[in-house]
C-alpha cells in the first residue's frame, strides 16, 4: 500500500517527502507540542525528521501505518501531521495528530482528522477507530469530539511522560456511526 492524497475543502494530506525535514523539526520542536504527545522529543534534534520520514514508505507498504503531512491546499505550506495505525485483525485503527502552534484554532486539525476518517471508513474497510489525548490538552479532545468520535473513559495516572504521570482520555468512532453524520 501507498501513502494516497487526500483532499479536504482547505487541506492537502499527502506522503511526507525529505524536504519536509526542517519544517517538521521547526514545528514539531515546539516545546507546546512535544509536551502534549508521547513521542515527539524536546528539543527535537536535528536530522530526526528525516531519520522519522524514512520509516514512513516502508510502514505503509505493510499496512502498520500511514503518516500524512497536513499542508495549506493552495500554498504547500506544512501545517502539521496525522497518522492512522492499524490493526488489520480487529478492522481498528489508531488516530494520532500534531498541528505546529502557528495554525492552532483554525480547524485545520478536525479538517485532517475528517478526511483520514473518510478514508479508513470508506477505503480501508476499519469498523473503529480510536485515539486519546492528555487529560490537560482539552483542546485535542475538542478535535475528537468534532469528528464525531465519543467519550470511552479516562486512564487515570496510565503513562509517564517527561517525569510526570499522565491521565488518558479515550476516544472511538464506530463505522455505523460515522455514516450516520
Known sequence: MHIPTLDSVRLRLRAFNLSDGTAVERLAGDFAIADTTLTIPHPYPEGAAATWIATHSEWAQCGKRWE???????????????????????????????????????????????????????????????AHHFARNPASGRVMQKIGMRLEGCQRQHIRNRDRFEDLVHYAILREEWSLT
Open 68 to 130: 500524512w503531512a497536513i499542508t495549506e491546499r493552495n500554498t504547500g505550506e506544512l501545517l502539521g501531521a496525522i497518522g492512522l495505525s492499524q490493526e488489520r485483525q480487529h478492522q481498528r485503527g489508531e488516530l494520532g495528530y500534531w498541528m505546529g502552534q502557528p495554525f492552532w484554532n483554525q480547524g485545520y486539525t478536525s479538517e485532517a482528522a475528517a478526511a483520514v476518517l473518510r478514508h479508513a471508513f470508506t477505503t480501508l474497510g476499519f469498523n473503529r477507530i480510536f
